[in-house]
């Protein structure tokens, strides 16, 4: 059985940092895509970042140089370590892992 469990969310203020965590059992994240993705209130979820198997990273335009995810294999986790958030980042945070594996999010709230 496959779990996602997402931590680390809560209220920031603009231009402060949070580091989320996805704590991953009955699957290797060093092996399949693992992703964070976001769903704010009356919008579509949507894509934030990604790490490949081969540890390859992609990015929404709208976070690149700001957030960054990363692995930990030995804890079999995903992080998304976000930087100079703004009051657009407020959204339910998802981690997705493999093909269609949802954690069951984190709330972030930044500020103004």
């Known amino acids: 059985q496959v779990q996602l469990v997402e931590s680390g969310g809560g209220l920031v203020q603009t231009g402060g940092s949070l580091r989320l965590s996805c704590a991953a059992s009955?699957?290797?994240?060093?092996?399949?895509?693992m992703g964070w993705y976001r769903q704010a209130p009356g919008k579509q979820r949507e894509l934030v970042a990604t790490i490949s198997s081969s540890a390859r990273t992609n990015y929404a335009d709208s976070v690149k140089g700001r957030f960054t995810i990363s692995r930990d294999n030995v804890k079999n986790s995903v992080y998304l370590q976000m930087s100079f958030v703004k009051p657009e980042d407020t959204a339910v945070y998802y981690c997705?892992?493999?093909?269609?594996?949802w954690g069951q999010g984190t709330q972030v709230t930044v500020s103004s």
């Open positions: 009955g699957i290797f994240v060093s092996r399949v895509a």
């Open positions: 997705k892992g493999g093909s269609n594996y």
